[in-house]
């Protein structure tokens, strides 16, 4: 079978026993399967697939937790020629309304033909399932027959698997991503931390499995090297976070990558109790990305866990889309993180990136990986000069085809093989610096700004929960100038300790930390702002929200409903963890 798709990797993989993928469960025991035992689990559910009537090219929607049998459906779904759409399971389940309308958005998208879905997580997706009607209805793989059905042969071209974007912005888009381009985003990634005799690489992830980070940078980096991944439920790790150090020592694992958000979580609720007998000294390579990338958080994980081992060259920020399968840039491997310092009123005024003492710093995340190239343009679609910030376009063999049954949104952001990425930056001795998303940006007084600078000053106040603040700026009708908002969720403490005196916390910190003036600041009850399938904070369905009188300040929810969503959130969230223990 070809190498250049999916199941050619899977095959060949099989013939590797010593090497598979490793699953963590809520007692940290570890189960390993094989690469040998994936491919006959694949082949066995391919067969149940044709048996049902499951045809090449034919999208079937896969809802699981992290587990075995996601990777069964997955690959599965391969070898049958089909085409593996991951959905994200409900986290919040005291929103399922939410869940239930995005999830049958999703499957009208791509009008699924099956839905294969986890025995514990079926009962909740009743109404989004019945909206979307896929033919073949909802069903576990358990539940359908056993077959005979030969592996079904694919090309480089054909579709491999669909994955949403994270819709910060916008509602999720259907990304189609082709075999050839998938494979040649693990061969790009691979081929940037080599094995050598001295070092032959491994993997530990807490990342969620239907998303691109997850899926493609972990499972299929370990399948096309192949060797071995250690897989963590990330509900487990955001209850535990030292569960995911503990796996990096314990398999001595080199290769792991979280968004900024979790190296802060770990500098806050791990303790050196968590930590007894933790070695990091063989993490090599510990990627952060999907998110910005905050340099004192970068710091604080470094000082924090130097003391068990973790090297700080290890540390290595990188950048990549859904719509270019995954990585677009990486920093340089075994050197220490580089960040500049750039003046504001230069970034803010004329968009030009000028090195400053005391100025705004950001973090570089490297250069093109693989085989792909970047522009940054202006408007009007010019190539800018290093230092000019602009719109960043790449373009390379992973590219996606395009959006799924979208011709024009296709059409907008794939121009001449350049992907439009939205994302504004620029380049400073060659390297890659992040400003934010064009649709985020903070536009105060006719300048622009970053919203992230201003959430991270909110993140230091006591009582405001890290990583869990929108700032976001709009013209109401009328006005004189814009408003800026900060919406932010506070820690169940914070409550008692007194709203105002946050929300004047909070305005302090922004003003010295970037010399804004928040006009309003609203404090809310925690899980309030709505976030991606992959975590991300929306800002502009935040704005929305705010506008429409659909985020309530925690003096404005009756005690009552707050409390019986809690309970029923948390018995629904127990029952789930104890059914996916116990079975």
């Known amino acids: ?43 066995d559910a391919s067969a149940r697939l044709q ?3 499951v ?47 995005r999830t049958a958005a999703m499957l009208d998208a791509v009008s699924a033909e099956l839905v294969l879905v986890d025995r514990r997580i079926r009962p909740i997706l009743g109404a989004a399932v019945t909206a979307a009607g896929p033919r073949s209805g909802c069903r576990t793989l358990s539940e359908l027959a056993d077959g005979r059905g030969a592996v079904v042969s694919r090309t480089a071209d054909d579709l491999a698997l669909i994955q949403f974007s994270s819709g910060t912005t916008v509602a ?33 992830s807490w990342l969620p499995l239907y998303h691109d980070m997850g899926l493609i940078g972990c499972v299929v980096t370990a399948l096309e ?9 990330p509900e487990l790790f955001l209850a535990r976070p030292a569960v995911w150090l503990r796996a990096i020592s314990t398999t001595s694992a080199t290769i792991s990558v979280a968004p900024n958000f ?14 007894e007998g933790v070695d990091l000294s063989s993490w090599r390579v510990a990627l952060c990305g999907a998110e910005p990338v905050v340099p ?14 973790l090297r700080p060259e290890a540390v290595t920020p990188v950048y990549g889309l859904s719509e270019a399968t995954l990585a677009v840039t990486f920093s340089a491997i075994d050197t220490p993180f580089v960040s500049r310092r750039f003046d504001r009123e230069a970034l803010s005024r004329d968009g030009r990136a000028v090195e400053a003492a005391d100025g705004l710093e950001l973090v570089s995340v490297g250069r093109p990986v693989g085989d792909a190239a970047v522009r940054i343009v202006d408007a009007d679609g010019a190539d800018l000069p290093d230092g000019l910030i602009g719109e960043l376009l790449t373009r390379g063999s992973s590219l996606m085809a395009g959006y799924f049954g979208r011709p024009k949104a296709t059409r907008e952001v794939l121009r001449d093989g350049w992907l439009h990425t939205g994302d504004l930056g620029f380049r400073h001795d060659g390297e890659l610096y992040l400003t934010g998303r064009g649709k985020d940006l903070l536009i105060i007084r006719g300048r622009n700004h970053s919203p992230t600078e201003v959430e991270v000053a909110a993140d230091g106040v006591p009582g405001v929960r890290t990583g869990c603040s929108v700032a976001v700026s709009w013209l109401p009708d009328g006005a004189d100038g814009e408003v800026l908002l900060l919406l932010a969720e506070i820690e169940r403490r914070g409550r008692a300790s007194g709203a105002g005196d946050i929300g004047e916390a909070c305005r302090a910190a922004v003003r010295t930390a970037t010399g804004l003036e928040l006009d309003h600041v609203e404090l809310l009850e925690p899980g ?23 985020l309530l300040p925690p003096d404005k929810v009756r005690p009552w409903r707050l409390a019986g969503a809690a309970v029923r959130g948390a018995l629904d969230v127990a029952r789930l963890n104890r059914d996916r223990h116990d079975g």
Request: with cysteine; aromatic share 8%; charged share 25%.
């Open 1 to 43: 079978m070809r190498t250049d798709t999916l199941g050619g990797l899977l095959e060949r993989a099989a013939r590797r026993p010593d090497v598979g993928l490793r699953l963590l469960d809520r007692s940290e025991r570890a189960r390993f399967v094989p690469w040998s035992d994936v491919w006959r689990r694949a082949v």
């Open 51 to 53: 048996r049902a009537g």
């Open 55 to 101: 045809g090449p090219g034919e999208r079937v929607a896969l809802i699981y937790p992290t587990s075995i049998e996601f990777i069964d459906a997955l690959f599965g779904c391969v070898l049958a020629g089909a085409v593996p759409v991951p959905l994200y399971p409900p986290v919040r389940l005291h929103r399922l309304d939410e869940y239930s309308a």
């Open 172 to 204: 999720p888009k259907p990304a189609a991503l082709s075999h050839g381009a998938v494979v040649a985003q693990a061969v790009a990634l691979n081929g940037h931390w080599p094995d050598s005799d001295a070092c032959v690489h491994s993997g530990v």
């Open 225 to 233: 090297r192949p060797g071995t991944m250690t897989l963590i439920p």
């Open 262 to 275: 979790a190296y802060g979580l770990c500098v806050e609720k791990i303790g050196d109790d968590d930590l």
């Open 296 to 309: 004192q958080v970068l710091r604080r994980f470094i000082r924090r866990f130097a003391p068990y081992g």
């Open 528 to 550: 309030t702002l709505p976030r991606t399938s992959s975590g991300k904070l929306r800002r502009q369905e935040s704005l929305r929200l705010y506008l429409a009188g659909e």
